[in-house]
Protein backbone atom coordinates (compact mmCIF):
# COMPACT_ATOMS: atom_id res chain seq x y z
CA UNK A 1 0.00 0.00 0.00
CA UNK A 2 1.43 3.59 -0.60
CA UNK A 3 2.26 5.26 1.84
CA UNK A 4 0.91 8.48 3.98
CA UNK A 5 3.04 11.77 3.74
CA UNK A 6 2.79 13.58 7.05
CA UNK A 7 2.18 17.02 6.90
CA UNK A 8 3.66 19.72 8.85
CA UNK A 9 2.30 20.64 11.82
CA UNK A 10 1.99 24.29 12.83
CA UNK A 11 3.66 23.90 15.94
CA UNK A 12 6.88 23.16 14.23
CA UNK A 13 6.92 26.42 12.90
CA UNK A 14 7.78 27.98 16.22
CA UNK A 15 11.04 26.29 16.14
CA UNK A 16 13.55 28.97 16.06
CA UNK A 17 16.12 27.57 14.63
CA UNK A 18 14.04 25.86 11.37
CA UNK A 19 11.88 29.19 10.51
CA UNK A 20 14.04 31.89 12.44
CA UNK A 21 11.79 34.37 10.20
CA UNK A 22 8.33 33.52 11.78
CA UNK A 23 8.73 35.32 15.35
CA UNK A 24 9.62 38.61 13.05
CA UNK A 25 6.63 38.09 10.92
CA UNK A 26 4.17 37.31 14.10
CA UNK A 27 1.47 35.24 13.30
CA UNK A 28 0.44 35.90 10.07
CA UNK A 29 3.52 35.38 8.87
CA UNK A 30 3.09 31.85 10.67
CA UNK A 31 0.17 30.97 8.95
CA UNK A 32 1.12 31.79 5.54
CA UNK A 33 4.22 29.86 5.73
CA UNK A 34 2.25 26.78 7.03
CA UNK A 35 0.18 27.43 4.15
CA UNK A 36 3.02 27.72 1.53
CA UNK A 37 4.64 24.29 3.13
CA UNK A 38 1.15 22.16 2.72
CA UNK A 39 0.41 23.37 -0.73
CA UNK A 40 4.11 22.63 -1.55
CA UNK A 41 3.62 18.98 -0.07
CA UNK A 42 -0.11 18.33 -1.55
CA UNK A 43 1.44 19.59 -5.13
CA UNK A 44 3.85 16.54 -5.05
CA UNK A 45 3.06 13.54 -6.81
CA UNK A 46 1.98 10.17 -4.76
CA UNK A 47 5.29 8.56 -3.41
CA UNK A 48 6.07 5.49 -6.25
CA UNK A 49 5.89 2.11 -4.46
CA UNK A 50 4.85 -1.42 -5.27
CA UNK A 51 1.91 -3.02 -5.03
CA UNK A 52 1.66 -6.71 -5.23
CA UNK A 53 -1.22 -9.04 -6.77
CA UNK A 54 -1.98 -12.60 -6.30
CA UNK A 55 -2.76 -15.23 -9.09
CA UNK A 56 -4.24 -17.85 -7.79
CA UNK A 57 -4.92 -20.59 -10.00
CA UNK A 58 -5.01 -24.37 -10.28
CA UNK A 59 -1.26 -24.63 -12.10
CA UNK A 60 -1.45 -28.15 -10.93
CA UNK A 61 -4.72 -30.70 -10.91
CA UNK A 62 -7.79 -30.53 -13.52
CA UNK A 63 -7.36 -27.39 -15.75
CA UNK A 64 -3.30 -27.47 -16.07
CA UNK A 65 -3.17 -26.81 -19.28
CA UNK A 66 -5.21 -23.79 -19.41
CA UNK A 67 -3.34 -21.88 -16.50
CA UNK A 68 -0.45 -20.62 -17.78
CA UNK A 69 -2.46 -18.68 -20.52
CA UNK A 70 -4.44 -17.10 -17.72
CA UNK A 71 -1.84 -16.24 -15.57
CA UNK A 72 0.28 -14.73 -18.74
CA UNK A 73 -3.26 -12.84 -19.59
CA UNK A 74 -3.39 -11.38 -15.64
CA UNK A 75 0.33 -10.29 -15.99
CA UNK A 76 0.04 -8.99 -19.22
CA UNK A 77 -2.51 -6.07 -17.58
CA UNK A 78 -0.09 -5.92 -14.58
CA UNK A 79 3.28 -5.13 -16.87
CA UNK A 80 1.20 -2.87 -19.05
CA UNK A 81 0.13 -0.40 -16.09
CA UNK A 82 3.35 -0.34 -14.37
CA UNK A 83 5.20 -0.21 -17.73
CA UNK A 84 3.04 2.68 -17.81
CA UNK A 85 4.44 4.96 -15.10
CA UNK A 86 0.65 6.28 -14.21
CA UNK A 87 -0.37 4.15 -12.12
CA UNK A 88 -0.59 5.58 -8.73
CA UNK A 89 2.37 8.09 -8.93
CA UNK A 90 4.78 5.52 -10.80
CA UNK A 91 4.14 2.22 -8.44
CA UNK A 92 4.62 -0.70 -9.78
CA UNK A 93 3.03 -4.23 -9.96
CA UNK A 94 4.21 -7.60 -8.93
CA UNK A 95 2.17 -10.73 -9.53
CA UNK A 96 2.87 -13.21 -6.89
CA UNK A 97 1.83 -16.73 -8.30
CA UNK A 98 -0.12 -19.49 -5.92
CA UNK A 99 -1.45 -22.73 -7.16
CA UNK A 100 -5.01 -23.70 -6.35
CA UNK A 101 -5.29 -27.32 -7.59
CA UNK A 102 -8.30 -25.50 -8.61
CA UNK A 103 -10.23 -29.05 -6.62
CA UNK A 104 -8.19 -28.95 -3.45
CA UNK A 105 -10.21 -26.65 -1.06
CA UNK A 106 -7.40 -26.93 2.20
CA UNK A 107 -4.66 -26.49 -0.54
CA UNK A 108 -6.21 -23.35 -1.81
CA UNK A 109 -6.99 -21.70 1.27
CA UNK A 110 -3.35 -22.25 2.50
CA UNK A 111 -2.07 -20.58 -0.48
CA UNK A 112 -4.49 -18.01 -0.18
CA UNK A 113 -2.74 -17.02 3.49
CA UNK A 114 0.23 -17.04 2.45
CA UNK A 115 -0.24 -14.84 -0.24
CA UNK A 116 -1.99 -12.44 1.97
CA UNK A 117 0.16 -12.87 5.25
CA UNK A 118 3.28 -13.36 3.86
CA UNK A 119 3.53 -12.31 0.36
CA UNK A 120 1.73 -8.93 1.37
CA UNK A 121 -0.52 -9.01 -1.53
CA UNK A 122 -3.57 -6.49 -1.66
CA UNK A 123 -5.76 -8.31 -4.01
CA UNK A 124 -5.97 -11.89 -5.84
CA UNK A 125 -6.54 -12.11 -9.49
CA UNK A 126 -8.64 -15.66 -8.61
CA UNK A 127 -9.65 -18.40 -7.80
CA UNK A 128 -10.49 -20.59 -10.88
CA UNK A 129 -12.71 -23.08 -10.49
CA UNK A 130 -15.79 -22.40 -8.12
CA UNK A 131 -15.82 -25.16 -5.16
CA UNK A 132 -11.60 -23.66 -4.15
CA UNK A 133 -13.27 -19.92 -5.22
CA UNK A 134 -15.66 -20.50 -2.68
CA UNK A 135 -13.32 -22.33 0.13
CA UNK A 136 -11.07 -19.37 0.02
CA UNK A 137 -13.59 -16.42 -0.36
CA UNK A 138 -15.03 -17.51 2.89
CA UNK A 139 -12.25 -18.77 4.84
CA UNK A 140 -9.56 -16.37 3.95
CA UNK A 141 -10.12 -13.64 1.94
CA UNK A 142 -13.90 -12.21 3.47
CA UNK A 143 -12.26 -12.35 6.99
CA UNK A 144 -8.83 -10.46 5.64
CA UNK A 145 -10.84 -8.08 3.94
CA UNK A 146 -9.13 -8.36 0.39
CA UNK A 147 -10.53 -8.43 -2.61
CA UNK A 148 -10.72 -11.73 -5.25
CA UNK A 149 -11.54 -11.22 -8.97
CA UNK A 150 -11.94 -14.60 -10.64
CA UNK A 151 -11.97 -15.29 -14.39
CA UNK A 152 -13.27 -18.54 -14.14
CA UNK A 153 -15.71 -19.41 -11.19
CA UNK A 154 -19.12 -19.89 -12.76
CA UNK A 155 -21.61 -21.65 -10.04
CA UNK A 156 -24.70 -20.00 -9.79
CA UNK A 157 -24.12 -20.32 -6.08
CA UNK A 158 -21.44 -17.56 -6.31
CA UNK A 159 -23.83 -14.91 -7.12
CA UNK A 160 -25.55 -15.06 -3.48
CA UNK A 161 -22.83 -15.72 -1.30
CA UNK A 162 -22.24 -13.57 1.68
CA UNK A 163 -18.74 -11.79 0.36
CA UNK A 164 -18.67 -7.69 1.96
CA UNK A 165 -18.68 -6.62 -1.58
CA UNK A 166 -15.16 -8.21 -1.63
CA UNK A 167 -16.18 -10.94 -4.85
CA UNK A 168 -16.22 -10.32 -8.18
CA UNK A 169 -15.92 -12.53 -11.21
CA UNK A 170 -15.48 -11.68 -15.21
CA UNK A 171 -17.29 -14.42 -16.08
CA UNK A 172 -20.84 -15.29 -16.53
CA UNK A 173 -22.57 -17.58 -14.35
CA UNK A 174 -23.55 -21.15 -15.29
CA UNK A 175 -27.13 -20.21 -14.59
CA UNK A 176 -26.69 -18.38 -18.16
CA UNK A 177 -24.38 -21.27 -19.94
CA UNK A 178 -27.41 -23.51 -18.76
CA UNK A 179 -29.40 -21.73 -20.52
CA UNK A 180 -27.29 -21.41 -24.02
CA UNK A 181 -26.76 -25.10 -24.12
CA UNK A 182 -30.41 -25.80 -24.10
CA UNK A 183 -30.80 -23.56 -26.88
CA UNK A 184 -27.92 -25.61 -28.71
CA UNK A 185 -29.35 -29.11 -27.98
CA UNK A 186 -32.63 -27.72 -28.78
CA UNK A 187 -31.55 -26.09 -32.86
CA UNK A 188 -29.35 -29.41 -32.99
CA UNK A 189 -32.90 -31.25 -32.70
CA UNK A 190 -31.63 -33.18 -29.96
CA UNK A 191 -34.37 -34.79 -27.86
CA UNK A 192 -32.64 -36.60 -25.10
CA UNK A 193 -29.23 -36.90 -23.40
CA UNK A 194 -26.99 -38.41 -20.43
CA UNK A 195 -25.30 -36.16 -18.33
CA UNK A 196 -21.86 -37.07 -16.21
CA UNK A 197 -20.67 -34.17 -14.17
CA UNK A 198 -17.79 -33.71 -11.55
CA UNK A 199 -18.69 -33.94 -8.32
CA UNK A 200 -17.82 -30.24 -6.83
CA UNK A 201 -19.85 -27.18 -6.80
CA UNK A 202 -19.21 -26.54 -10.75
CA UNK A 203 -20.44 -29.63 -11.40
CA UNK A 204 -23.08 -29.77 -9.92
CA UNK A 205 -24.38 -26.31 -10.33
CA UNK A 206 -24.04 -26.48 -14.18
CA UNK A 207 -25.86 -29.43 -14.38
CA UNK A 208 -29.05 -28.72 -12.48
CA UNK A 209 -28.70 -25.52 -14.87
CA UNK A 210 -28.34 -27.70 -17.92
CA UNK A 211 -31.19 -30.38 -16.73
CA UNK A 212 -33.27 -27.49 -15.64
CA UNK A 213 -33.36 -25.38 -18.84
CA UNK A 214 -32.98 -28.33 -21.20
CA UNK A 215 -36.53 -29.61 -19.46
CA UNK A 216 -37.97 -26.42 -19.60
CA UNK A 217 -38.09 -26.50 -23.51
CA UNK A 218 -38.94 -30.08 -23.83
CA UNK A 219 -35.76 -32.36 -23.54
CA UNK A 220 -35.33 -34.56 -21.42
CA UNK A 221 -32.17 -35.50 -19.84
CA UNK A 222 -31.77 -39.48 -19.16
CA UNK A 223 -29.53 -39.98 -16.12
CA UNK A 224 -27.40 -36.98 -14.52
CA UNK A 225 -24.78 -38.71 -12.33
CA UNK A 226 -21.43 -37.47 -10.88
CA UNK A 227 -18.12 -38.98 -11.51
CA UNK A 228 -14.73 -38.28 -9.18
CA UNK A 229 -11.19 -36.64 -10.89
CA UNK A 230 -8.59 -38.33 -10.43
CA UNK A 231 -9.63 -42.09 -11.13
CA UNK A 232 -7.78 -44.73 -13.59
CA UNK A 233 -11.08 -46.64 -14.78
CA UNK A 234 -14.24 -44.99 -15.47
CA UNK A 235 -16.24 -48.11 -17.28
CA UNK A 236 -18.77 -48.44 -14.18
CA UNK A 237 -19.91 -44.63 -14.77
CA UNK A 238 -20.22 -45.14 -18.38
CA UNK A 239 -22.02 -48.55 -18.39
CA UNK A 240 -24.59 -46.65 -15.94
CA UNK A 241 -24.68 -43.87 -18.50
CA UNK A 242 -24.82 -46.15 -21.45
CA UNK A 243 -27.83 -48.39 -19.54
CA UNK A 244 -29.80 -44.94 -19.02
CA UNK A 245 -29.02 -43.97 -23.04
CA UNK A 246 -29.48 -40.45 -25.13
CA UNK A 247 -28.81 -38.94 -28.24
CA UNK A 248 -25.49 -37.28 -26.90
CA UNK A 249 -23.65 -37.37 -23.90
CA UNK A 250 -23.21 -34.17 -22.21
CA UNK A 251 -19.46 -34.09 -19.68
CA UNK A 252 -19.88 -31.04 -17.58
CA UNK A 253 -16.25 -31.51 -15.92
CA UNK A 254 -12.88 -31.07 -16.28
CA UNK A 255 -10.90 -31.62 -19.80
CA UNK A 256 -7.51 -33.07 -18.01
CA UNK A 257 -9.20 -35.36 -15.65
CA UNK A 258 -12.44 -37.18 -15.55
CA UNK A 259 -14.35 -35.33 -18.01
CA UNK A 260 -11.40 -36.28 -20.09
CA UNK A 261 -11.28 -40.34 -18.69
CA UNK A 262 -15.57 -40.38 -19.14
CA UNK A 263 -15.15 -39.59 -22.53
CA UNK A 264 -12.48 -42.18 -23.05
CA UNK A 265 -14.36 -44.83 -21.18
CA UNK A 266 -17.62 -43.69 -23.35
CA UNK A 267 -15.59 -44.04 -26.78
CA UNK A 268 -13.93 -47.73 -25.97
CA UNK A 269 -16.93 -49.14 -24.98
CA UNK A 270 -19.09 -47.38 -28.23
CA UNK A 271 -21.58 -45.95 -26.05
CA UNK A 272 -21.87 -42.52 -27.50
CA UNK A 273 -20.34 -40.69 -30.08
CA UNK A 274 -21.21 -37.25 -29.80
CA UNK A 275 -20.18 -35.51 -26.93
CA UNK A 276 -21.72 -31.96 -25.38
CA UNK A 277 -18.67 -29.96 -23.48
CA UNK A 278 -19.38 -27.10 -21.31
CA UNK A 279 -16.25 -24.54 -20.87
CA UNK A 280 -14.36 -26.87 -18.54
CA UNK A 281 -14.19 -29.06 -21.18
CA UNK A 282 -12.68 -26.44 -23.79
CA UNK A 283 -9.14 -27.13 -24.41
CA UNK A 284 -6.88 -28.00 -26.81
CA UNK A 285 -5.39 -30.50 -24.82
CA UNK A 286 -8.49 -32.83 -25.02
CA UNK A 287 -8.96 -33.49 -28.71
CA UNK A 288 -5.26 -33.81 -28.92
CA UNK A 289 -5.53 -36.66 -26.21
CA UNK A 290 -8.64 -37.87 -27.50
CA UNK A 291 -8.26 -38.00 -30.73
CA UNK A 292 -10.48 -37.92 -33.97
CA UNK A 293 -13.00 -39.58 -31.95
CA UNK A 294 -13.74 -36.25 -30.71
CA UNK A 295 -14.74 -34.65 -34.04
CA UNK A 296 -18.13 -33.06 -34.02
CA UNK A 297 -18.58 -32.80 -30.45
CA UNK A 298 -19.67 -28.93 -29.51
CA UNK A 299 -19.84 -26.95 -26.59
CA UNK A 300 -19.56 -23.30 -25.02
CA UNK A 301 -17.82 -21.10 -23.19
CA UNK A 302 -17.64 -17.64 -22.15
CA UNK A 303 -16.41 -15.59 -25.53
CA UNK A 304 -17.44 -12.44 -27.68
CA UNK A 305 -16.38 -11.18 -30.95
CA UNK A 306 -16.07 -7.57 -29.62
CA UNK A 307 -13.04 -5.53 -30.95
CA UNK A 308 -11.36 -5.84 -27.58
CA UNK A 309 -11.10 -9.58 -28.62
CA UNK A 310 -9.61 -9.47 -31.38
CA UNK A 311 -7.13 -6.71 -29.38
CA UNK A 312 -6.40 -8.98 -26.67
CA UNK A 313 -5.22 -11.85 -29.41
CA UNK A 314 -2.71 -9.67 -31.10
CA UNK A 315 -1.33 -8.33 -27.65
CA UNK A 316 -1.15 -11.94 -26.23
CA UNK A 317 1.01 -13.19 -29.52
CA UNK A 318 2.81 -10.36 -29.36
CA UNK A 319 3.79 -11.29 -25.92
CA UNK A 320 4.28 -15.26 -26.57
CA UNK A 321 1.66 -16.74 -24.96
CA UNK A 322 -2.26 -18.22 -26.48
CA UNK A 323 -5.36 -15.97 -25.48
CA UNK A 324 -6.95 -19.70 -24.58
CA UNK A 325 -9.77 -20.62 -22.84
CA UNK A 326 -9.93 -17.72 -19.69
CA UNK A 327 -7.24 -15.51 -20.46
CA UNK A 328 -9.00 -12.95 -21.73
CA UNK A 329 -10.87 -12.99 -18.88
CA UNK A 330 -7.86 -12.96 -16.54
CA UNK A 331 -6.67 -9.82 -18.02
CA UNK A 332 -10.32 -8.03 -17.93
CA UNK A 333 -9.92 -9.04 -13.64
CA UNK A 334 -6.12 -7.61 -13.24
CA UNK A 335 -7.49 -4.54 -15.41
CA UNK A 336 -10.38 -3.90 -13.39
CA UNK A 337 -8.09 -3.95 -9.98
CA UNK A 338 -5.70 -2.11 -11.42
CA UNK A 339 -8.45 0.64 -12.48
CA UNK A 340 -10.30 0.29 -9.18
CA UNK A 341 -6.95 1.08 -7.42
CA UNK A 342 -6.16 4.64 -9.37
CA UNK A 343 -9.96 5.68 -8.48
CA UNK A 344 -9.97 5.00 -5.24
CA UNK A 345 -6.15 6.42 -4.75
CA UNK A 346 -5.25 3.24 -2.91
CA UNK A 347 -4.40 -0.49 -3.17
CA UNK A 348 -6.24 -1.13 0.22
CA UNK A 349 -9.39 -3.52 -1.01
CA UNK A 350 -11.62 -2.17 1.54
CA UNK A 351 -11.12 1.50 -0.28
CA UNK A 352 -10.89 0.48 -3.65
CA UNK A 353 -13.55 -2.66 -4.10
CA UNK A 354 -16.10 -0.01 -4.34
CA UNK A 355 -14.94 1.22 -7.27
CA UNK A 356 -14.82 -2.17 -9.75
CA UNK A 357 -18.14 -1.96 -10.61
CA UNK A 358 -18.00 2.12 -11.14
CA UNK A 359 -14.84 1.72 -13.45
CA UNK A 360 -16.36 -1.20 -15.27
CA UNK A 361 -19.28 0.28 -16.69
CA UNK A 362 -20.56 3.62 -18.21
CA UNK A 363 -20.14 6.44 -18.11
CA UNK A 364 -16.37 7.09 -19.23
CA UNK A 365 -14.64 6.16 -21.96
CA UNK A 366 -14.65 3.12 -23.36
CA UNK A 367 -11.19 1.38 -22.53
CA UNK A 368 -9.59 -1.87 -24.84
CA UNK A 369 -7.06 -4.00 -23.96
CA UNK A 370 -3.31 -2.28 -24.63
CA UNK A 371 -5.33 1.28 -23.51
CA UNK A 372 -4.79 0.93 -20.26
CA UNK A 373 -2.12 4.02 -19.74
CA UNK A 374 -5.04 5.58 -21.07
CA UNK A 375 -7.62 4.91 -18.69
CA UNK A 376 -5.00 5.66 -15.80
CA UNK A 377 -4.54 8.97 -16.96
CA UNK A 378 -8.17 10.06 -17.57
CA UNK A 379 -8.91 8.83 -14.31
CA UNK A 380 -5.82 10.46 -12.59
CA UNK A 381 -7.23 13.57 -14.07
CA UNK A 382 -10.72 13.48 -12.84
CA UNK A 383 -12.74 11.63 -16.12
CA UNK A 384 -14.82 8.43 -16.25
CA UNK A 385 -13.11 5.40 -17.73
CA UNK A 386 -16.04 2.53 -18.97
CA UNK A 387 -14.05 -0.57 -19.34
CA UNK A 388 -15.11 -2.79 -21.97
CA UNK A 389 -11.77 -5.01 -21.83
CA UNK A 390 -10.89 -7.87 -23.94
CA UNK A 391 -14.39 -9.94 -22.93
CA UNK A 392 -16.98 -6.57 -23.45
CA UNK A 393 -17.44 -6.73 -19.78
CA UNK A 394 -20.48 -5.53 -18.12
CA UNK A 395 -20.86 -5.93 -14.81
CA UNK A 396 -24.28 -6.38 -13.05
CA UNK A 397 -26.25 -7.56 -10.23
CA UNK A 398 -23.30 -8.58 -7.21
CA UNK A 399 -20.17 -8.39 -9.16
CA UNK A 400 -20.48 -10.10 -11.75
CA UNK A 401 -20.31 -10.02 -15.37
CA UNK A 402 -23.58 -10.20 -17.82
CA UNK A 403 -21.39 -11.77 -20.50
CA UNK A 404 -21.68 -13.65 -23.86
CA UNK A 405 -20.60 -17.13 -24.69
CA UNK A 406 -19.61 -18.82 -28.02
CA UNK A 407 -20.47 -22.02 -29.59
CA UNK A 408 -17.68 -24.42 -30.79
CA UNK A 409 -17.23 -27.56 -32.37
CA UNK A 410 -14.58 -30.14 -32.98
CA UNK A 411 -13.64 -30.61 -36.34
CA UNK A 412 -10.20 -32.23 -37.35
CA UNK A 413 -9.78 -32.08 -33.60
CA UNK A 414 -9.52 -28.38 -33.52
CA UNK A 415 -11.75 -26.45 -31.48
CA UNK A 416 -13.89 -23.86 -34.05
CA UNK A 417 -16.13 -21.04 -33.02
CA UNK A 418 -19.41 -21.38 -35.07
CA UNK A 419 -21.06 -18.23 -33.58
CA UNK A 420 -21.35 -15.62 -30.44
CA UNK A 421 -24.30 -16.25 -28.25
Same mark, same amino acid.
Given at each position: ???????????????????????????????????????????????????????????????????????????????????????????? @??????????????????????????? /???? @????????????????????????? @???????????????????????????????????????? /?????????????????????????????? /????????????????????????????????????????????????????????????DGMIGDSLPAAIGDDLNGSFGTLPGTDSPGSDKFETLAA????????????????????????????????????????????????????????????????????????????????????????????????? @???????
Open positions: MLETRQLIREDDLNNDLIYPMVKLGGINMKKTLLMIAMSSLLSVPAQAAEVKIGVLLGFTGPIESLTPDMANGAELAMKEASDSGAFMGGST @ISPVRGDSTCVDAGAATSTAERLITSD /GVSA @IMGADCSGVTTAVLQNVATAKGVVM @ISPSATSPALSTIEDDGLFFRTSPSDARQGQVLAEILKEK /GIKSAAMSYTNNDYGKGLADSIQSNFEAIG /GKITISASHEDGKGDYSAEVAALAQAGGDVLIVAGYLDQGGKGIIQASIDAGSFETFVLPAAGFTAGPYAPQSYDAAALMILAMEAAGSSDSSKFKGMVTSVANAPGEKIYPGELAKALKIIASGGDVDYVGATDIEMIGPGESAGSFKEVVITDQK @ITTVRYR
